[in-house]
């Protein structure tokens, strides 16, 4: 029991998948949340006039992305239900589901208006048809074992599948005695298995998606959920665990919440991962035609770079080494600005390490650039081990030392300066080890802003205290530093 009489009647759960602090119910009068796995509760305002919540869905690949389907209206929160808008209009939202397969396709049955579906993570919202307008939906099932693979329950139509990703359904109800279906789920361990709950009858299975039904228990029940709980695995591995944490980063930026606004780092992540490779190029082309961001447009254009190595088309090869001849980025004026800037540096001239001095942006050939790059980044490596950084212990700046020798420990091709990266890795996550308190940077810091010092978790090092070490949580979208930290710790795409 955590709630009290003022939350009384949850209509629907959803935790955060990224956050599993993080907790949401659905409410006759709105939206709570918890962040502390229910020991307190704060309701959200949603904005709208009618407030009965019946169905709420967190998105799975994003921290803090929530749906709420309530009556009248269908709500989209992007920053953990701070503000919500509308992205959809209905009688009544009865439930959610998204697609284990693609996370950006969505559905959402309504007790008046048949069933939508929204193909961009929720943003836009469309009706779905050949599913009847005029019954009460209840719930809608993606099989997680057939893609394309639908299933619907329908008041007064019973049980409707699609095998098509719901291009066309045909209704499945013969061995149900009736068709006042309250819910359907598919088996997630069992290809075909479907099952269906009809009011005060039973719930009933099908092992052919719906073609043949029979009784399989809780006799003359009303049953309003079918859950499916995994069977208990072996305890996670260390490796195991961090490996996963690597994986759903760059699978959050793989899925961008706006297509249209992409830029290198959703380029990065599907190079990470092989996919839409012929997007990846085409993209990479565009956002080359203006190159800016100094020294933070370098470290992001060398993770492309490497990871794209195979696998970027010849027109996206040559435009990324145009810009790196036509733009010239500033140098910085801090530590970690040099500090990316000659990580770029070495690995772009170790990558092409013939080019003479007019192909590179400064005018210094490969050789040249490499030699002043190394020199460089080893005199930084002394300096901090002798008399420590200039920028120390910061709570964001932190990232980008992290990210920058990880670059060096996967991509570097000399062998000391590999091993030396790896070590001053473990420099920095042994000095952020001993000044943490459950993922959060205690202590005297360097270069912290004012919100960080009031919220100590709002800060790049949570992101790194809970991938690293699993503690704490992440910040919503994880940032940037992680991000490439992540594709370039190469366990990502070989894990």
């Known amino acids: 029991m955590t709630t009290d009489e003022t939350m009384t009647e949850l209509r629907d759960l ?23 796995q229910g020991a307190s509760w704060r309701r959200l305002e949603l904005g709208v006039p009618r407030r009965f919540v019946k169905t709420i869905r967190v998105d799975r690949t994003r921290a803090g992305r929530v749906l709420a389907g309530a009556e009248q209206a269908l709500l989209v929160s992007e920053d953990a239900g701070a503000s919500w808008r509308v992205v959809a209009r209905g009688d009544l939202f009865t439930d959610l589901a998204q697609s284990p397969q693609e996370p950006q396709w969505w559905l959402a049955t309504l007790q008046r208006g048949g069933l939508m579906e929204s193909r961009d993570g929720g943003r836009t919202w469309r009706r779905v048809d050949g599913v009847p307008g005029d019954c009460t939906l209840y719930n809608a099932a993606f099989d997680p074992l ?111 919440a706006d297509p249209s606004a992409t830029g290198y780092q959703h380029v990065a992540a599907k190079l990470c991962l ?13 956002l080359l035609e203006e190159p800016h961001g100094d020294m933070f447009w370098m470290f992001q254009a060398t993770a ?16 990324l080494r145009r810009a790196w001849k036509s733009y010239h980025p500033f140098r910085g004026d801090t530590e970690n600005h040099w500090l990316l800037y000659y990580t770029s540096l070495y690995l772009m001239s170790q990558l092409w390490p013939d080019l003479p001095a007019d192909a590179w942006f400064n005018g210094k050939d490969s050789r040249t650039n490499h030699r002043e790059a190394d020199r460089w980044i080893r005199r930084w490596m002394e300096t901090t081990l002798d008399d420590g950084q200039g920028e120390y212990d910061s709570t964001h700046y932190m990232g980008l030392y992290l990210l920058s020798m990880s670059y060096l420990a996967e991509w570097a091709a000399d062998t000391e300066m590999r091993q030396r990266a790896r070590m001053m890795l473990e420099w920095l996550m042994a000095d952020y080890a001993a000044e943490n308190l459950n993922g959060l940077h205690v202590g005297a810091h360097a270069r912290a802003d004012d919100r960080s ?31 490439y930290y992540a594709v370039s710790a190469g366990l990502a795409a070989r894990g």
């Open 14 to 36: 959803s935790v955060d998948a990224q956050q599993p602090d993080h907790v949401y119910i659905a409410l006759p009068d709105g939206v709570a949340v918890s962040r502390d």
């Open 274 to 286: 092989r996919r839409d490779l012929e997007w990846a190029s085409r993209r990479l082309i565009e």
């Open 146 to 256: 057939e893609a394309g693979r639908l299933a619907v329950a329908a008041w007064g139509a019973g049980v409707l599948v699609s095998e098509d990703g719901g291009r066309t359904w045909s209704a499945r109800n013969q061995g149900l005695p009736s068709a006042r279906v309250w819910r359907v789920a598919f088996d997630p361990g069992r290809r075909g298995r479907l099952f269906a709950a009809l009011l005060e009858e039973a719930v009933f299975v099908s092992d052919d998606a719906g073609r043949r039904w029979r009784r399989d228990g809780v006799e003359g029940s009303m049953v309003y959920d079918l859950v499916f709980v995994p069977r208990a695995r072996p305890a996670a591995t260390r490796e195991e665990a961090f490996r996963d944490r690597l994986r759903r980063v760059v699978e959050h930026y793989a899925h961008p």
């Open 304 to 319: 492309v770079a490497f990871l794209g190595r195979e696998t970027l088309s010849a027109d996206a090869q040559a435009a």
């Open 453 to 483: 010092v009031l919220e100590k978790w709002r800060a790049v090092s949570s992101d790194f205290g809970w991938l690293l070490f699993g503690l704490g949580y992440p910040l919503p979208g994880y940032s940037y530093p992680l991000f």
